[in-house]
């Protein structure tokens, strides 16, 4: 007997076959959540790169320089102090007023005549006249020595002139014979002072001789004493009526457009610093900086109390300003000032960012990027400024580095760059 294909009895039959079909896919439906959260569990767990600021390796110009405040100070200042024992008349003169050399009356002292009658002071006196002008000899000597330097040194700079305009001379000399010739002229001016001052010491002691010879109160006049230098009264140390002693203060005189900066520098950092070195005086009042040279580094130190109360060794550098000040402004004595002074240059140099260098034992360590992952490298590091780190080995131009690498950061470590 043939059964009908679509009769009930037949379809009865198939259905739980059509059942188990459709349920059998349904079984992998748990495992396959359960994968899906193993996963998503390991890819939570796995160890994520870490974000991380980059910087190239590069070639060029690097300068390194210390930065310390310091003050200007007048660099010729000479202290009028009284030759002679006497009754001192009230100075007129204030802080401020202007000196003309040998015709300004800066003080006025009335001698005693009972100390000229003394033979022993008498011939003292001759003896410091005939010393002084042993002494104003030597200084016109020293003139005559600093002219001829002179002269030679503006020889050299006019030959120089030449080569430069040829282009056959390096920078470095040409800006050597320049240092040389304002060195040169510096001199030739403290010579110059130091036989004005000289001068007036001959004429102070050859007055208190005269007057020794002459003991009688009648034939005694009073000694004025002249202004050594032109220039202007800094400070007036003794101005009220009263008898004085031999070397007692009174003024301190001085030209003020004949300042220096003198900077304070840790000795550590003196080390490095040579005279005739670049220097950018800041902080001084006006916009712009304004170019100095080193002229002395004074060779002993002394100790300085920190804000802090830390002793610290400190040595004083003179400072030049070879710039003119800007129109409107005024500086004048002791006023603060800051001095970056160039203890280094150089021009084409391999150079790596600081913020990629950092210490590890007694070396220098940066982490350099490759193929997504940061390696820790040794670095050879000669000259370092807070910016940049001149580089001897270790590096090459070009490579990335990471800069201000976290503490979790390690060697091989996965790393992301940021944008």
């Not at 003139?143 to 030449?162: F, P, Q």
């Not at 001016?189 to 020794?212: D, G, P, S």
Request: net charge neutral; aromatic share 4%; proline share 6%.
């Amino acid at each position: 007997m043939k059964t009908d294909p679509a009769s009930p009895v037949q379809a009865t039959r198939s259905a739980p076959a059509a059942v188990r079909k459709r349920g059998s896919w349904r079984r992998f439906i748990p495992h396959a959540i359960a994968c899906a959260l193993v996963l998503a569990i390991v890819a939570a767990l796995m160890p994520k790169p870490i974000e991380v600021e980059t910087a190239q390796v590069t070639t060029g110009p690097l300068t390194v320089s210390v930065l310390e405040e310091g003050k200007t100070r007048i660099r010729h200042r000479y202290m009028i102090s009284s030759p002679i024992v006497g009754w001192l008349n009230r100075v007129e003169l204030r802080a401020g007023a202007r000196i003309e050399a040998g015709k300004t009356v800066l003080a006025t002292l009335a001698p005693e005549p009972s100390n000229f009658l003394n033979p022993r002071a008498q011939a003292e006196g001759e003896a410091r006249v005939k010393a002084i002008e042993a002494m104003r000899m030597q200084r016109e000597t020293q003139i005559e020595r600093a002219k001829a330097a002179l002269d030679l040194a503006g020889k050299e700079m006019a030959r120089a002139k030449e080569l430069k305009q040829s282009g056959a001379i390096a920078t470095k000399d040409w800006d050597a014979a320049e240092s040389q010739v304002n060195i040169l002229t510096r001199e030739l001016h403290m010579a110059e002072f130091a036989l004005r001052t000289v001068e007036f010491e001959f004429a102070q002691a050859q007055a208190a001789v005269m007057q020794a010879q002459s003991p009688t109160p009648e034939k005694i006049e009073p000694l004025k004493i002249l202004a050594p230098v032109d220039g202007f009264v800094l400070n007036v140390v003794e101005e009220s009526a009263r008898v004085v002693a031999p070397g007692t203060p009174i003024m301190e005189v001085g030209d003020p457009r004949d300042l220096e900066a003198e900077i304070e520098l840790l000795s550590s950092d003196a080390a490095g610093v040579r005279a005739g070195a670049e220097v950018s005086i800041e902080q001084w009042g006006g916009d712009l900086p304004l170019r100095g040279r080193v002229t002395v580094v004074e060779p002993g130190g002394y100790t300085k109390i920190s804000s802090l109360g830390v002793e610290e060794q400190r040595v004083k550098v003179r400072v030049d300003f070879l710039d003119p000040l800007p129109a409107g402004y005024t500086i004048g004595d002791r006023y603060r000032v800051e001095a970056r002074i160039v203890t280094w240059r150089g021009e084409s140099v391999l150079q790596v960012p600081a913020g990629a260098l950092f210490r590890r034992g007694g070396d220098w360590m940066a982490f350099v990027i490759e193929g997504g992952r940061a390696r820790l490298t040794k670095v050879e590091v000669a000259h370092l400024n807070g910016d940049a780190g001149e580089v001897l080995g270790g590096l090459r131009a070009g490579q990335v580095v990471v800069v201000h690498p976290p503490d979790v950061l390690a060697d091989k470590g996965a790393v992301k760059a940021l944008r």
